[in-house]
């Protein structure tokens, strides 16, 4: 089944938050996941147990690394994003 995750990382006390967050996108498109990503959310689509296969992977890999919050809302209703990337950041 396809499905579609909104997905949000917070890296808590880190020197930099960008670093996580960009490994948690090229964790995702490794993957083989469609992903389009904006400066709030990743947006991520692909088979049920891949996209959650990979987000579990995504969230222990960046737990190792120090606190963080990850906030994900999963749908089958919603389409999934037309194109792989980001062409708009």
Known sequence: MM???QVSVY?????ALEPPIQQAI???QAAGLIVEYGSMSTVTAGEMDVVFATLHEVF???AD???VIMS???S???SPPLHRGN???
């Not at 890296?11 to 020197?15: E, V």
């Open 3 to 5: 499905i579609t995750a």
């Open 11 to 15: 890296p808590l006390g880190q020197p």
């Open 26 to 28: 090229a964790r995702l």
């Open 60 to 62: 222990g890999e960046l």
């Open 65 to 67: 690394q120090g606190h």
């Open 72 to 74: 994900v809302t999963f």
């Open 76 to 78: 089958n209703a919603c």
């Open 87 to 89: 062409t708009s950041a």
